[in-house]
């Protein structure tokens, strides 16, 4: 079984930034492409930003420019800066791997960006 628990989360005002943090624990074979995911109110859950094992990013074309995603291979864990946030960035923010494996959900962390 493989732990997934976020964190950073917190209300915001808009033009405001967050760093978000997720470590990854338990039985993992390999620490391979990992993304972070968010999931607004009555929304799917969708994709925000991924990185591979060797750094290489891609972003959904609403965050980019704004949102930076990185990771610790030796700490098993993945970040997420985020800037310039907006309203519509308010979401329970996830981590998983990316694409999506066997791996469970952790509880996400709540980012609720509002004046």
């Known amino acids: 079984q493989v732990q997934l628990v976020e964190s950073g989360g917190g209300l915001v005002q808009p033009g405001g930034s967050l760093r978000l943090s997720c470590a990854a624990s338990g039985s993992i074979f390999s620490f391979d492409a990992m993304g972070w995911y968010r999931q607004a109110p009555g929304k799917q859950r969708e994709l925000v930003a991924g990185?591979?094992?060797?750094?290489?990013?891609n972003y959904a074309d609403s965050v980019k420019g704004r949102f930076t995603i990185s990771r610790d291979n030796a700490k098993r864990a993945v970040y997420l800066q985020m800037n310039s946030l907006k309203p519509e960035d308010t979401a329970v923010y996830y981590c998983n791997t990316h694409p999506l494996t066997d791996w469970s959900w952790g509880q996400g962390t709540q980012v609720t960006v509002s004046s």
């Open positions: 990185i591979n094992r060797g750094g290489r990013t």
